[in-house]
């Protein structure tokens, strides 16, 4: 903009205003006012503007500045515009605002469609959550429309589905998840089933979770005691079978609705101490220091792995990996490229006494043991990663996931670990024996002891340092007349009957139960006696059928050391080591010498 034709602009601006002599002849004062003459672009004068001393001029000059302003490119007329903004008062500011505030509105969600752009105007509404879908829904007709085209109540229903376990099991309990993932093509109900469908399960997640704070449940046993059978060490189950392994050296496999036998598998010399199955195999851990693979389906023996000396306290598959522990004080790693070709990778080496019980992921192996040390090694390596310190007596019990370390021990506590630093971030108190199992989620933990009870914790207040102690034990079931072996829970699931589609399941119509815990207990003496399962239900009113268990996780958690071995000498760092499957047997049988020796 040429400097003459802005000066030129800005004298228009300037209007000398006199003021009247007064009655006491006092001195005349020149008052020099800005006044805004650039043109009104709304339709009509600001209210309460500044009263303007000639019309006819007014008209004249605003002309002239829109003739000038029209002349200029659009970067001229932005500074033009910023200078002239600058040079007015706040009382100015304020009107231009209240009147550049609607201009600068657009609603997108209808003008996307207009032009072509529906598919852009859906996917910004589908980040919206519920609160704000149901807000979204009430602002016009058109915006009611893009959300039910789009079907966003079915996506949102699906993000949660994805990204939350207990939707996940509710989707697969009510069997409404054979509606999700689906694309437009194919039949799916409408938008408006998917609408009605979301506080339905809000309302069920609700009740889940009283449910668990209150401790509402109904109990079912299996009584495993018999000529032969007698006690059970380690169970897991799902929604049809429940598969146990017993003191008596064999598997039992169960109807979960009728709770009948239906097939015993036999092969092991000694007591079945862990177990965990998927859907093509079981393996199995016993006191014969074997471990055999079966087919899940026939229950015939498929591989038979030979290589701990002592009993095999605990095992954990996953991906193709599997790794063992055992009272010999090592961890041996396999890989499992089919049910038949399982060979050892590795064997762990560094703990002082019995190891209770392993966990791993894709990043860490994690391994408890009587020595009262929890060690963490590399899974892609196999190399020793750092020990967890704090325990006072062994550590019976271990579960990992994500950075969340959880332990039992027979000092009586419940420690919380964060295990790419070692801290120890709680210790939960409140078992009065030994803690024997535990099992943790997204919320909340839950322990069994040798006490005979089984505590539900808050795992969230536990991890805030602020929540006193005495809130984090939300509730304590006392339903074992003996020590409490091994539990699993499992907060999906507890509806016995599926949900009819379209048509969503009320109270009348099914159960969603606040979870489902399965445990094992002993008697005094330590034997294990009965298969306990211990269910929620809604109400304790309720008048429909107590439910069937079910189980969450496929991973086992079971130790069976002799209690002496719970608090072995202090750890030795030095004798931490990852050794060859050759070099170990040569380890062994010098061992086995020097023993023989002593002797």
């Known amino acids: 903009m040429e400097p003459e034709m802005e000066d030129k602009t800005l004298e228009l601006m300037n209007i000398s205003v006199m003021d009247s002599q007064t009655a006491d002849r006092s001195p005349k004062i020149t008052v020099i006012k800005p006044t805004f003459i650039c043109p009104q672009v709304s339709n009509g004068p600001l209210t309460g503007s500044r009263k303007r001393p000639s019309e006819g001029n007014y008209e004249k000059e605003k002309d002239v500045c829109i003739q000038l302003f029209d002349q200029w490119s659009e970067a001229d007329q932005v500074e033009f515009v910023e200078h002239l903004i600058s040079r007015m008062c706040h009382y100015q500011h304020g009107h231009i605002n209240s009147y550049l505030k609607p201009m600068l509105q657009r609603d997108f969600i209808t003008a996307l469609p207009a032009q072509g752009l529906d598919h852009i105007a859906e996917n910004i509404l589908s980040f919206l959550d519920a609160r704000s879908l149901c807000s979204a829904e009430l602002v016009c007709k058109e915006w009611q429309r893009v959300i039910s085209e789009g079907m966003l109540w079915k996506k949102l229903i699906e993000r949660m589905v994805r990204t939350d376990p207990l939707w996940k099991g509710l989707s697969e309990r009510h069997q409404w998840e054979k509606y999700l993932f689906k694309n437009r093509t194919t039949e799916v109900p409408p938008n408006s089933y998917y609408r009605s469908l979301y506080p339905k399960i809000i309302q069920d997640i609700e009740t889940i979770e009283a449910n668990w704070r209150c401790g509402r449940h109904n109990l079912q046993r299996i009584q495993c005691r018999s000529e032969n059978s007698k006690g059970v060490y380690c169970l897991q189950y799902d929604d049809e079978k429940i598969i146990s392994g017993l003191r008596d050296n064999s598997i039992k496999i169960w109807d979960k609705q009728t709770l009948e036998c239906l097939k015993i598998l036999t092969g092991h010399t000694g007591s079945v101490l862990c177990l965990q ?23 015939e023996v498929l591989n038979t792995l030979i290589h701990h000396n002592e009993a095999v306290l605990h ?85 990992y996931r994500d950075r969340l370390v959880v332990s039992g021990s027979s000092d009586n506590t419940i420690r919380l670990w964060d295990i790419e630093c070692g801290a120890c971030l709680r210790v939960l108190e409140g078992h009065e024996e030994l803690v024997r199992c535990i099992r943790f989620d997204n919320k909340r933990i839950v322990s069994g002891a040798y006490d005979g009870k089984i505590k539900v914790w808050d795992l969230q207040a536990a991890l805030d340092p602020r929540a006193p102690a005495s809130t984090l034990c939300l509730r304590t079931l006392v339903e074992h007349s003996g020590r409490v072996f091994r539990l699993q829970f499992d907060e999906r699931k507890g509806d016995r009957r599926p949900a009819r589609i379209p048509i969503y399941p009320d109270s009348r119509e099914a159960l969603v139960a606040c979870g489902v815990c399965a445990s094992v207990c002993g008697d005094c003496s330590g034997d294990p006696v009965s298969v306990e399962v211990c269910q929620d239900q809604r109400s304790r009113n309720a008048t429909t059928t107590p439910l069937p268990f079910t189980l969450l996780s496929p991973s086992v958690r079971f130790i069976s050391p002799p209690l002496q071995s719970f608090g072995g000498p202090p750890h030795d760092t030095n004798r931490v080591s990852s050794l060859s499957p050759s070099l170990w047997r040569r380890r062994r049988r010098k061992d086995g010498e020097s023993d023989a020796i002593k002797q």
């Open 277 to 299: 199955y998927d859907e093509r195999v079981i393996v199995t851990g016993s006191s014969d220091s074997t471990v055999r693979v079966w087919d899940v389906n026939s229950g």
């Open 315 to 399: 095992l954990r598959f996953c991906n193709g990996l599997m790794v063992t522990c055992s009272k010999d004080r090592s961890i041996a790693v396999w890989d499992m490229a089919s049910p038949t070709d399982i060979s050892l990778r590795r064997v762990l080496v560094g703990h002082r006494a019995a190891v209770n019980v392993v966990d791993f992921d894709d990043k860490y192996i994690v391994s408890a043991s009587g020595d009262r040390t929890i060690k963490v090694w590399s899974t892609s390596t196999c190399e020793f990663v750092r020990t967890l310190n704090g325990h006072k007596r062994g550590i019976a019990c271990l579960q």
